[in-house]
């Protein structure tokens, strides 16, 4: 049951500890310019050399605005699901610090079958991206099957086309991997449409810390109840509803907002590589709604060792979100809710330096970047 999905999916663990080692010049997440980063008076002085209300309002608001820089998810607690996962070579070589992962805009490639049919993917098939396939000219083709990389894809489909998506992993080794895409004509004829993904490597964070051992090992107590909520959150991503229970586009859980940031993010602490972090960290004010992505099934809302608050929602098809570190949570286990629902407010439970939501999506076992599916845009 174990497969790559347990390789160490942290289930809102995540990737800072920044208020623990932040030095003065960074602890707000941002180097002020030495007039400000120097003492009242000096900042003082620096506000009055401004010429209008406008910059010292830009400021302050940049002041403001960096008090919820630092909050995040602690990433030296890592869930290990079916038993310790080590870490791979690849993220034993990493340098001290890489430059943050770069989104750039969905790209689109196509195939041509023959007989009327066309493949059509669009998205990122870099580590953590998401591909959406569409297939065009199949009608009639109600035996539709598609291979990706050794697994089968859920098909949905409307008046135009077949569609499914590819969740590529964050630790998916880079490489070109085969698509197959096959089924029956209407003229009864079989065909088979083949063509490969090629899985780039991601731009990942790399921090190296160094921290208190007590931020490193858990007693026995508290991982063995880790290891529980651990392998209970596995199965979960292991199973596949087989309806699609979403419609329309996927949408950012907090209002107004629109880009998180250390999703992937490595950190070696105390010279031990730990998990990458699988979800984006959005940081906010406490008590900051909470909504749905996207409609669903509610599969988890309690509170759990790393991440607090939790609320796991299943869409149906293999892809799922995850909400942690709530301050308190509006859903029960079994509800159903519509997209855009309050769900819960933003907190600081579980283990995080401060109020933020950790955001996870999972796609059929693929721990990819939740932006993906919200810049997919309709479906």
């Given amino acids: 049951m174990c497969n790559s999905l347990s390789k160490s999916f942290s289930t809102g ?90 989104h750039s805009a969905p790209t689109v490639s196509t195939r041509d079958c023959g007989n009327g049919l066309r493949l059509r993917l669009m998205g990122s098939a870099a580590q953590g991206g998401l591909l959406e396939l569409s297939v065009t000219g199949t009608d009639a083709a109600d ?59 991601g731009r990942f964070a ?25 392998q209970r959150v596995h199965e979960i991503f292991a199973s596949m509803t087989a309806q699609r229970l979403w419609a329309g586009s996927f949408r950012m859980p907090l209002s107004g907002n629109r880009t998180g940031h250390n999703f992937g993010k490595r950190r070696v602490l105390n010279g031990k590589p730990q998990s990458p972090h699988t979800g984006l960290d959005i940081p906010a004010p406490s008590g900051t709604p909470i909504h749905a992505s996207q409609r669903g099934h509610v599969v ?45 407010q933003v907190g600081a439970t579980g283990r995080a330096t401060g109020p933020h939501l950790h955001w996870t999506l999972v796609v059929d076992g693929a721990r990819v970047n939740p932006l993906g599916i919200v810049r997919l845009g309709p479906r």
């Fill in 13 to 102: 663990v995540g990737t800072a500890v920044s208020r623990l080692v932040a030095t003065p010049s960074t602890k707000a997440g941002v180097v002020l310019p030495n007039a400000l980063g120097s003492g009242v008076g000096k900042a003082n002085r620096y506000n009055h050399t401004f010429k209008n209300r406008r910059k010292s309002r830009t400021v302050r608001d940049m002041r403001i605005s960096n008090r919820y820089k630092t909050a995040s998810c602690i990433s030296t607690f890592a869930i290990f699901l079916c038993g310790a996962a080590l870490p791979s070579a690849a993220q034993k070589q990493a340098p001290k610090t890489t430059p943050a992962v770069r």
């Fill in 143 to 201: 035996d539709l099957k598609g291979e990706w990389a050794g697994a089968n894809l859920p098909f949905w489909s409307d008046k135009q086309a077949h569609d499914a998506l590819l969740g590529v992993d964050l630790e998916r080794a880079p490489g070109k991997y085969e698509l197959s895409v096959s089924g029956t004509l209407p003229t009864n004829e079989q065909f088979t449409c083949n063509t490969e993904v090629d899985v780039t490597a």
């Fill in 206 to 230: 790399t921090e190296n810390l160094k921290v208190a051992p007590g931020f490193v090992e858990l007693s026995p107590e508290d991982r063995a109840r880790a290891d529980k909520e651990g």
């Fill in 300 to 344: 988890l809302a309690e509170n759990l060792f790393f991440s607090g608050n939790t609320v796991i929602i299943d869409h149906g098809l293999g892809v799922y979100t995850f909400y942690g570190h709530m301050k308190s949570m509006n859903v029960a286990e079994g509800d159903d809710v519509n997209a855009g629902a309050v769900i819960g």
